[in-house]
């Protein structure tokens, strides 16, 4: 059977070549520059930032504000506050909700599925949502729910759940927020993996990729990930649910896998690395 190559990186192994390019470029054979990688890291990560708020619709001048704020605060030596929105923290605490309603043994039925649930009374949707939402009204929740497909009421009066994750997009304002956190959260884990000396004591950081995919796959590409990524991530959440800590102990982390895939023109600045 023909193998197919499939390229792997675990964050602080060997590293791969990077032919960056202007200034930042590799030193010649023999030269004594030795490069600083963590000023490449710094160029990369706010021209890529520059170029993401700019597309996202933030005026230029208003990125030039933030940049001179942030400038002079880290010039101060004083702390960077990072601030979430009330749109944000809503769909956390609804994907709580889709959570509990998947998990909660009094919310799901012999078969481990999640009940239909009436909309008032024991064991109800209203139930549920005021256990995350103790003081808000139920009613605006669940048409928000209804309208992003996440639940369907029945003929009989019922809710039925129909997606397992709370998904965001265009035009959800909130969706570029979530991406900046998930981006912050991978520079974490990243600078930890560089940090530890200990290579089984990293996260996991990995990559599968080609160069050369037909365009015309890309949207199988999309199906057979999403699906794989699907099944991996519901065996992932179950095995943290298993060994969640009781109510009471101490030293409780928070724990988790973030996947994404994507898709770029070949020969691109993002695909200059050898394989390690």
């Known amino acids: 059977m023909r193998q197919r190559r499939l390229l792997t990186r675990q964050s602080g192994s060997r590293p791969s070549r990077v032919a960056a390019p202007g200034a930042l470029a590799q030193p010649e054979p023999g030269s004594r520059r030795r490069v600083r990688f963590p000023q490449i890291a710094q160029e990369v990560l706010l021209s890529g930032t520059v170029r993401f708020l700019a597309s996202a619709g933030v005026p230029r001048t208003s990125i030039v504000q933030r940049l001179r704020t942030l400038a002079d605060t880290v010039e101060a030596g004083r702390n960077i506050p990072t601030p979430h929105s009330d749109n944000y923290d809503f769909i956390v605490t609804i994907s709580s909700v889709v959570h509990d309603w998947t998990r909660t043994p009094e919310f799901t039925g012999r078969d481990g599925e999640p009940k239909a649930l009436s909309l008032r009374g024991r064991s109800s949707l209203s139930m549920l949502i005021r256990k995350r939402f103790p003081t808000e009204p139920v009613s605006p929740i669940v048409s928000w729910m209804t309208r992003r497909g996440i639940v369907r009421r029945r003929t009989n009066g019922r809710y039925m759940l129909l997606q397992r994750a709370v998904l965001v997009g265009n035009p959800d304002p909130a969706y570029l927020e979530w991406a900046a956190t998930a981006a912050t959260q991978y520079l974490k884990t990243a600078f930890e993996n560089w940090k530890q000396t200990n290579p089984n004591a990293r996260q996991l950081d990995r990559i599968a990729r080609v160069f050369d995919l037909p365009e015309r796959e890309v949207a199988n590409f999309r199906v ?18 298993d060994h969640g800590a009781p109510q009471g102990r101490r030293r409780k982390i928070e724990a988790g896998v973030h996947v994404y895939g994507y898709v770029r023109p070949a020969g691109s600045a993002g695909n200059r690395e050898s394989a390690p």
Do not use: M, P, T
């Open 224 to 241: 057979f990930a999403k699906g794989r990524a699907e099944s991996w991530l519901e065996e992932i959440d179950n095995w943290l649910e």
